[in-house]
């Protein structure tokens, strides 16, 4: 026999599973790319360079040569329109070994830059080159970000311990990701160190599509996902104001009380229980105890 509480989290109406993309540097391949998320209904996060709107350039890192423009700031608002802008530095810039200084001014412009843009408070970001020694997660930190990717596959569904080392579940070239995402979507185990929610993070390049002569690879994988009634299709930052959100829940030492001083609702479960309970902004509520 065991006592449960209903403690863990569930994803906004009680959803157990959620989406969520990132995509890097704001290139012209992202216009084909959000055609595909729009027409599904996927949401997604856009890193950006400031310091580089509107340049040209080419990328092959290794692979066939495409072009890498970058779009423009007039380009970008009506575009990402539904989905969210983030930060990637204003010039991408490899900020390994470099002063605190440096790194906080590369980090601090780009979100300035973005928010000027979006006339909205914006704390996202994605290390550029996925460089997230620990100086720069700490200039991260005092840049005032809430979150910011790395590029370290986890290959799991597990929520983010540390936020601003939030590693992604794969990159969308994985060898796994059709299995993945089966597994994402058929797998109905209630019990986890982390409860019953589950986090699908996929993140990379649009440009990567082209050099690859792939983009039915992306749009096989979206139309796998989309239309399903139990996952919460979200962007980065709104997957993390919710996390946080439920971090600052203030539960009773019996955990028979919770409080939620958050202003979003909060939705709660428990290991081997189906039932979901609504905690809104500002409430008190009592929970109910499962013993098994
Ligand atoms: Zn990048």
Redesign the pocket.
Known sequence: MSRHIYDRLLWPEGKKRTLTLSY??GVTQDIRLLEILNRYGIKATFNLNPGLWGEKGTVSAGKKTVPHDKLSAQQLKPLYQGHEMAA?GQY?MALWGMDPARCMEEILTSRREVERLTGNPMTGYAY?FGADEAAIVEAARQCGLAYARTIASTGNFRLPDDLLRWHPTCHHDDENLFQLAEQFLNDDLLFSPDGPARLFYLWGHSYEFEQNDNWDHIEAFISQVAHKENIWYATNGEIAQYLTAYRRLVFSADSRYVYNPSALAIWLGSSFSDISIMVTSGETKELPMLVI
């Open positions: 890097d540097d990637h991408h550029a």
